[in-house]
Nanobody, 126 residues
Framework: QVQLVESGGGLVQAGGSLRLSCAASGRTFSSTNMGWFRQAPGKERDFVAAISGSGGSTYYADSVKGRFTISRDKAKNTVNLQMNSLRLEDTAVYYC???????????????????WGQGTQVTVSS
């Protein structure tokens, strides 16, 4: 498995920006497909964005498309989530997830991932 540690959460006003980072260690990072999910109080954990192991493919939830950007830095073994134009409804705990398999592929379901970080809180205020 891959060990994941998120950072970069915090409090921001609506319309502002935050950058989340997920540091990965353990298995070979380049073969690890990564994703970001979020969970608001009383709600299920929802898919936000994903990036394939090579970084060649990305995919976003409709709710964040055009505002969030997922990227990976192989030299630093990190996956980042740049969040712009933040809205009140973006408030949630954000989780980084990883799945190591031989396929360079996008996964969008939480059950597809086998490693998770501890989460980082993002709060958007009016």
């Amino acid at each position: 498995q891959v060990q994941l540690v998120e950072s970069g959460g915090g409090l921001v006003q609506a319309g502002g920006s935050l950058r989340l980072s997920c540091a990965a260690s353990g298995r070979t990072f380049s073969s690890t497909n990564m994703g970001w999910f979020r969970q608001a109080p009383g709600k299920e954990r929802d898919f936000v964005a994903a990036i394939s192991g090579s970084g060649g493919s990305t995919y976003y939830a409709d709710s964040v498309k055009g505002r969030f950007t997922i990227s990976r830095d192989k030299a630093k073994n990190t996956v980042n989530l740049q969040m712009n134009s933040l809205r009140l409804e973006d408030t949630a705990v954000y989780y980084c997830a990883a799945r190591t398999d031989p396929y360079d592929i996008i996964w969008t379901k939480s059950r597809n991932y086998d490693s998770w970080g501890q989460g980082t809180q993002v709060t958007v205020s009016s």
